[in-house]
């Protein structure tokens, strides 16, 4: 009875979770996700044990490394905002084509987040999403040490190798998202970010080092979910970095990709502070 139980249970898994990410034979009830990585990281840094946990639970997944320049594929995110968002619009469009599937979710974490709705707004794909979760976005701007601190910390390779991408490429996306950067201007151009027919959650942490006050991230526009991840597990320390790694967050990603607001979950304590 009891293994007959437990024989199901692994079947049932097996069938959602029978391929790994970035397959496009995958089969799944809910709309592919895709996942866009912060700034200095590549796909397989930053949200790939997120990845692995959603397609665990049952989604089919997919990223790509963006904004990276030639030579130099271990840091990605660096290009100019504008130039990464066409790489990414098209990515959507490839991953629609594909999976056969008519919309896609959108996971983003930091820059990640912020071209999930920057995307959307001036790329025409806005048809093609449905549920948008954005993890810590620097909507609103940051500063520029925060950003070349996130490059340095996600970028593969020693501080020292980051360092010499940054001296012969440069950092455009630093500059893009610093306080009054171009991208971040035309983001806040007066026209709404959101657009019709997404429904956009923004996770923040009170305690985010980099993007500051946390309160930038949120949009105030209709149709916006704005929250803490303290709101929900109030005793979870969440720095900016961590925010990829946390199973809170994590839970709270799964309830905007299942429209299930108010799922709870057991907030688990120890998550990583950084
Ligand atoms: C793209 O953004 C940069 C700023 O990062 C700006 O200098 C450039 O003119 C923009 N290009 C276009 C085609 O709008
Ligand atoms: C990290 O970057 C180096 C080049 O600097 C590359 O050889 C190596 O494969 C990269 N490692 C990973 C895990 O991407
Ligand atoms: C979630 O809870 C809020 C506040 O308690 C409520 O206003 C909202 O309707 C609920 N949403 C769903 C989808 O149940």
Known sequence: ML???LV???VAAASVA???INDFSCQSDSNPVVLLHGLGATYYEDLNFLQDWLQSEGYCTYSRTYGAYDGFPFVGGLKPINESAPEIASYIKEVVQKTGSSQ???VGHSEGAFQTLYVPKFEGVAGLIDRIAAIAPPSHGTSFAGLYDLAYI???ASR??????????GCAACNDLGPD???VDLLNNGQPIIQPGNQVTIIASKTDELVTPPETAFVHEAGVRNVYIQSTCPFDPVGHIGEAYDLNVWNLVKNVLDDTPNRSFVCLAGSPGK
């Open 181 to 183: 950067g171009p991208a």
């Open 104 to 106: 896609v979710n959108l």
């Open 160 to 169: 020292e190798a980051v360092g010499d991408v940054l001296q012969d490429v």
């Open 18 to 20: 029978a391929t790994g």
């Open 8 to 10: 199901s249970t692994l």
């Open 3 to 5: 293994y007959s139980a």
């Open 154 to 156: 996600f970028g593969n």
